[in-house]
């Protein structure tokens, strides 16, 4: 850890006085803002890359190998991600949202989890494990016929459906990745959440933040590749450290605003 990096339990007073002056915030999430939902992340001691290898899953070199395993593995995933529900740490993110003049959540995370909590302005680079299109012919999957092993196909071109989620190798969505560096650059306050900083260029955005003058701050319950970049990081789970931020924030916004509209 760097010594110029703050190790905090809970935010600084240094960081309240950030997010008070800030007009841009950009917050960007991994899959341990999902932990408090009961989903797995993939590199903790019961995360899914330690119990299976990515590139038996996570390449399109290996749905081509075997589409059985990874259309079956990412069905499970899928039936995992639609039973979680939000929790405090998506509900504080879409508060933020909602507070902030200028906005974006950038999250890793495929499970739909941030929409379902409504945050609206929000980009997903990894995808979304909802959507699937073919490996074949790139079509999403509007009309779907299977195979006779069973198997999930596209109708124009019997070609197999994939998950819509970016595996290794594969770029990012071009759009999405554009606007994440755009809020990472003009950002006030970064805010990097449950992320193990791992997987690049997802990882870059809080350098590219810092480089640019932001106030760079970690949220996980252990420290990161990339903790010793940030001015502190606040060792937490993200469902009570980020309630505690939209607290702050919400106790320095004029009462007329906190008040219910009963106009309508
Ligand atoms: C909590 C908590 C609580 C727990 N509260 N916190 C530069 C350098 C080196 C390598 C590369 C590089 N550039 C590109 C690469 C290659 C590669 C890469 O980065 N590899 C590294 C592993 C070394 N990157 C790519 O291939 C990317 N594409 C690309 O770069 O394209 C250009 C290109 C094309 C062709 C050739 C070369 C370049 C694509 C990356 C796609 C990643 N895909 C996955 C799978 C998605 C689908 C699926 O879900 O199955 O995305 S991998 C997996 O990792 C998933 C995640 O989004 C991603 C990041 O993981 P995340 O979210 O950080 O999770 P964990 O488990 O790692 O960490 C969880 C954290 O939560 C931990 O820190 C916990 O402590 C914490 N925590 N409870 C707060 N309650
Ligand atoms: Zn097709």
Same mark, same amino acid.
């Given at each position: 850890?760097?010594?110029?990096?703050?190790?905090?339990?809970?935010?600084?007073?240094? =960081?309240?006085?950030?997010?008070e002056?800030?007009?841009?915030?950009?917050?960007l +999430?991994?899959a341990?803002?999902?932990?408090?939902?009961?989903?797995? +992340?993939?590199?903790?001691?019961?995360?899914?890359?330690?119990?299976?290898?990515p590139s038996? =899953?996570?390449?399109?070199?290996?749905?081509?190998?075997?589409?059985?395993?990874?259309?079956?593995?990412?069905?499970?995933?899928?039936?995992?991600a639609?039973?979680?529900?939000?929790?405090?740490g998506?509900?504080?993110? +879409?508060?933020?949202?909602? =507070?902030?003049e200028?906005?974006?959540?950038?999250?890793? @995370?495929? $499970?739909?989890?941030?929409?379902? *909590?409504?945050?609206?302005?929000?980009?997903?680079?990894?995808?979304?494990?909802? $959507?699937?299109?073919? !490996?074949?012919?790139?079509?999403?999957?509007?009309? =779907?016929?299977?195979?006779?092993?069973?198997?999930?196909?596209?109708?124009?071109?019997?070609?197999?459906?994939?998950?819509?989620? !970016?595996?290794?190798?594969?770029?990012l969505? +071009?759009e999405?990745?554009?606007? *994440?560096?755009?809020?990472?650059?003009?950002? $006030?306050?970064?805010?990097?959440?449950?992320?193990?900083? #791992?997987?690049?260029?997802?990882a870059?955005?809080?350098?590219?933040?810092?480089?640019?003058?932001?106030?760079v701050?970690?949220? @996980?319950?252990?420290?990161?590749?990339?903790?010793?970049?940030m001015?502190?990081? #606040?060792l937490?789970?993200?469902?009570?450290?980020?309630p505690?931020?939209?607290?702050?924030i919400?106790?320095?916004?004029?009462? @007329?605003?906190?008040?219910?509209?009963?106009?309508?």
């Amino acid at each position: 850890m760097s010594s110029r990096t703050a190790h905090l339990t809970e935010p600084s007073e240094q =960081l309240l006085g950030r997010l008070e002056q800030a007009t841009s915030l950009c917050v960007l +999430t991994g899959a341990g803002i999902s932990v408090e939902s009961g989903l797995s +992340t993939f590199r903790d001691p019961e995360g899914l890359w330690e119990k299976y290898n990515p590139s038996d =899953l996570a390449t399109e070199a290996a749905f081509r190998r075997n589409p059985k395993l990874v259309q079956g593995w990412y069905q499970a995933r899928l039936e995992q991600a639609i039973s979680a529900q939000p929790n405090a740490g998506h509900l504080a993110i +879409t508060e933020l949202d909602e =507070l902030s003049e200028y906005f974006l959540l950038v999250t890793q @995370n495929v $499970d739909t989890l941030h929409t379902r *909590a409504g945050t609206k302005r929000l980009v997903e680079l990894h995808g979304n494990i909802s $959507d699937e299109r073919c !490996v074949d012919c790139g079509q999403p999957s509007d009309r =779907l016929v299977f195979s006779e092993e069973g198997l999930r196909c596209c109708a124009d071109c019997n070609g197999f459906l994939r998950p819509g989620v !970016v595996w290794f190798g594969e770029t990012l969505p +071009t759009e999405p990745f554009e606007r *994440a560096s755009e809020a990472a650059s003009r950002a $006030d306050v970064f805010l990097s959440v449950g992320t193990s900083s #791992i997987v690049y260029p997802a990882a870059g955005l809080p350098l590219l933040a810092k480089q640019n003058g932001a106030f760079v701050v970690e949220i @996980n319950v252990e420290p990161s590749a990339l903790s010793h970049t940030m001015h502190e990081l #606040i060792l937490g789970p993200a469902g009570e450290i980020l309630p505690l931020l939209v607290e702050h924030i919400r106790s320095l916004q004029p009462l @007329n605003k906190l008040e219910p509209n009963t106009s309508r």
